[in-house]
T-cell receptor
Framework: EPEVTQTPSHQVTQMGQEVILRCVPISNHLYFYWYRQILGQKVEFLVSFYNNEISEKSEIFDDQFSVERPDGSNFTLKIRSTKLEDSAMYFC???????????????FGEGSWLTVV | SQQGEEDPQALSIQEGENATMNCSYKTSINNLQWYRQNSGRGLVHLILIRSNEREKHSGRLRVTLDTSKKSSSLLITASRAADTASYFCATDARTGANNLFFGTGTRLTVIP
């Protein structure tokens, strides 16, 4: 079964450093997402991306965050200057457009653990 | 806020018993999805139920949706130790956005 893949699985970084988290969405999907989950808390939406631009973003997704689809397969999340509170599991996800036979089922990757020290 | 809220927060049952988890949400939706998460792992999609559906089955899973009460339930029948995980409901928005709003989850422990 096709799946969303993420790298790295775990990254430790110094506060203030830039981090890039990478994702390969499912190949025929057109919507891409980043979510995060701080340890022990709920999964929170960060940003959605469609047709090479951000379609929606949450309050969490401030100026230190950016997303990019540098080529036909990768989807990246960049955190410019990491803070301690950015420590979380970051999930990439993808979906086909809503309205298809599967509705808007969103498929998630295994996540990238980010620890900021 | 549109986030779902699951209850109970934690549920512990014996293997073979049924587990029922509930979810409530606040605004109109297109569909509601249930996900499972093993500790420290990714979110696994279990089932999607559309707003015009009332009940859906998939293997040992049964999901109901009551849009008048803005609530859903997930029933796992004949539970197994491997069902031990956190279960989340997630709703979308009727505004056309495709992102999901997750609840706080129910931590299910199935005792062998």
């Amino acid at each position: 079964e096709p799946e969303v893949t993420q790298t790295p699985s775990h990254q430790v970084t110094q506060m203030g450093q830039e981090v890039i988290l990478r994702c390969v969405p499912i190949s025929n999907h057109l919507y891409f997402y980043w979510y995060r989950q701080i340890l022990g808390q709920k999964v929170e939406f960060l940003v959605s991306f469609y047709n090479n631009e951000i379609s929606e973003k949450s309050e969490i997704f401030d100026d230190q965050f950016s997303v990019e689809r540098p080529d036909g397969s990768n989807f990246t999340l960049k955190i410019r200057s990491t803070k301690l509170e950015d420590s979380a599991m970051y999930f990439c996800a993808s979906s086909i457009p809503a309205g298809g036979p599967s509705g808007n089922t969103i498929y998630f990757g295994e996540g990238s653990w980010l620890t900021v020290v | 806020s549109q986030q779902g809220e699951e209850d109970p927060q934690a549920l512990s049952i014996q293997e073979g018993e049924n587990a029922t988890m509930n979810c409530s949400y606040k605004t109109s939706i297109n569909n509601l999805q249930w996900y499972r998460q093993n500790s420290g792992r990714g979110l696994v999609h279990l089932i999607l139920i559309r707003s015009n559906e009332r009940e859906k089955h998939s293997g040992r899973l049964r999901v109901t949706l009551d849009t008048s009460k803005k609530s859903s339930s997930l029933l796992i029948t004949a539970s197994r130790a491997a069902d031990t995980a956190s279960y989340f409901c997630a709703t979308d928005a009727r505004t056309g956005a495709n992102n999901l709003f997750f609840g706080t989850g129910t931590r299910l422990t199935v005792i062998p």
